[in-house]
């Protein structure tokens, strides 16, 4: 190996003694082996200094420090990476053996790629799998669904090095608890970014939740963090931020009970399809853009079509209808498909282990 590693692995550690040795033996065993393992110790009082000590591995790099927070820990291992890329991960999750090399191959034959993350799966307290999860493939859905929320699961992400650097970027502690979403809005104002639709890494969602004190300040910060891109990629676009919640709440399902919400379901989506028209304006050559215009029809006509139907539904699904002369077979398809698999988990509930789950809304104690 040289002595500039071609990935520097980032991994804080807090008190995260119970599942350090997958997420440390799942980096080690890497198909890929050309990279140095930055391990941030913030603190633990649990045994995790002496798990990590246990390994004679040179690749690991184990820094001890005072207690500090997952966002000064991660621009400390930021700073300490030597790697041309920097892949991410969390000591709770367990990576794939072949993630940094598929990761690796993709950004070395797209220059023009940035940031790339990877589906995940998730799995709970003990390893059960729980369902896949999965962010949007290309630039122009990242894009677009950067408006509403993170485009990439944080923990599957390499992006390459010299973009934080010559740029000046890294964490921001104001956004505590997205972190992550508002990095990937200001990189992206650099480069392009992706994601491989292969899970190459378990996500696992367990019992340390945030407090609900922690999940509103994790809302409102969500909330600034969208606006803030909106009004940067949309600027003639205006919306409120009250909008920017209820837009959460609806497309997003990332939300707390918000009374009076589903009233006004008709009227948000006609704004969201003004602002997915100002959108495709902006990126008119775009690829993907019939692609997106599909996928996106298909979300607002599962909203508008839900009982009781509300005044002013007709002028919407003729606007979607527009957009796509396909959607009413597309949508009866969806339709059947969706009742199919609420059958397979028993009543018409749903179900974690059919539906997945959303890392997004299992945020984990930092």
Partial sequence: ????????????????????????????????????????????????????????????????????????????????????????????????????????????????????????????????????????????????????????????????????????????????????????????????????DEPLLKYRVHGDRVTSKFRDQQLRNHDAVALRAIREQLPEFVITPEQVSQFRGLFVGVSEPMPGLDALRVRLAEMYLDMLRAFMNRFPEKPGLDALKRQEALKVARLVFRFPLQPGWRRVVRRLIVMDHGLPWSFSADVWKEAGRRLRCGVFEPSPRCGGSNPSRDARVR
């Fill in 1 to 196: 190996m040289s002595s500039s590693p071609c990935v520097s692995v980032v991994m804080p550690v807090f008190n995260g003694e119970r599942y350090l040795k997958e997420a440390v033996e799942g980096i080690l065993n890497q198909t890929f082996g050309d990279f140095e393992f930055i391990i941030i110790n913030d603190g633990s009082t649990d045994n995790t200094r002496g798990i990590l000590e246990s390994y004679a591995d040179t690749r690991i790099k184990l820094v001890e420090q005072e207690h500090q927070g997952l966002i000064a820990s991660l621009n400390r291992g930021l700073a300490i990476a030597g790697g041309e890329y920097v892949a991410r991960m969390d000591s709770d999750d367990i990576a794939a053996p072949e993630r940094l090399e598929k990761q690796v191959a993709f950004l070395r034959t797209h220059p023009k790629i940035g940031i790339l993350g990877t589906a995940c799966r998730i799995i709970d307290d003990n390893g059960r799998d729980l369902g896949v999860r999965r962010w949007p493939i290309s630039d122009l859905e990242i894009r677009w669904t950067s408006l509403f929320s993170s485009p990439f699961g944080h923990p599957t992400v390499i992006l390459r090095r010299d973009i934080l650097t010559k740029h000046g970027l890294e964490y921001a502690d104001v956004f505590h608890m997205v972190e992550d979403y508002d990095l990937w809005i200001r990189a992206l104002n650099h480069t392009r970014g992706a994601n491989l």
